[in-house]
């Protein structure tokens, strides 16, 4: 038995190692380990799953938050482009329209003047006329008196020219 001793206690004196104690730590250890394996470990690992997938989860929908934005953000930028191209071809299509106008409102007023220039030409021409014509009429009947006068005296030269003047000064009044 002394041998059994000796081997439980190696190195005693040096402060060496208990054989029996380090089985019965041995023994608790693995008593333990089985204890937190059933009772803390299983839990545990459910939890730190659990969070595992909450997370992949999150970054799944943080993912799919984040192409959905990107594909609104280009739907958003198509649609900032097509209405920069409609505004552009509205404002080129009014100044088109803008140019025409101008250009029919040119040409009707340059029509209206030449028109209007035209009949005040004939216009003109007719008052012309009348007046011409008011005036041989006038010659022939001042032509006439005077004629009738001349006829009715005999008139010098000096009276033929007061004459004339009186009938130029008659004609003159008469416009």
Do not use: C
Request: charged share 35%.
């Amino acid at each position: 038995m002394q041998s059994f001793t000796g081997f439980t206690h190696v190195y005693a004196a040096l402060g060496g190692l208990h054989v029996g104690d380090m089985l019965m730590q041995l023994f608790f250890f693995i008593v333990l380990i089985l204890l937190v394996r059933k009772f803390a470990w299983g839990p545990l690992i459910g939890v730190m799953q659990k969070r595992e997938e909450y997370v992949a989860g999150e970054i799944e929908a943080a993912e799919q938050s984040r192409a959905e934005a990107e594909k609104s953000r280009e739907e958003a930028a198509e649609q900032l482009k097509q209405t920069k191209q409609e505004a552009t071809q509205i404002i080129e299509d009014a100044r088109n329209a803008g140019t025409k106008q101008e250009k029919d409102i040119v040409a009707s007023a340059r029509q209206e003047a030449d028109r209007i220039k035209e009949s005040a030409q004939e216009e003109i021409e007719n008052e012309k006329e009348k007046a011409i014509q008011t005036l041989q009429d006038k010659v022939a009947s001042l032509s006439v008196q005077i004629a009738t006068k001349v006829i009715e005296k005999e008139i010098s030269e000096q009276d033929q020219e007061e004459l004339i003047n009186e009938y130029i000064k008659e004609v003159g009044e008469e416009r």
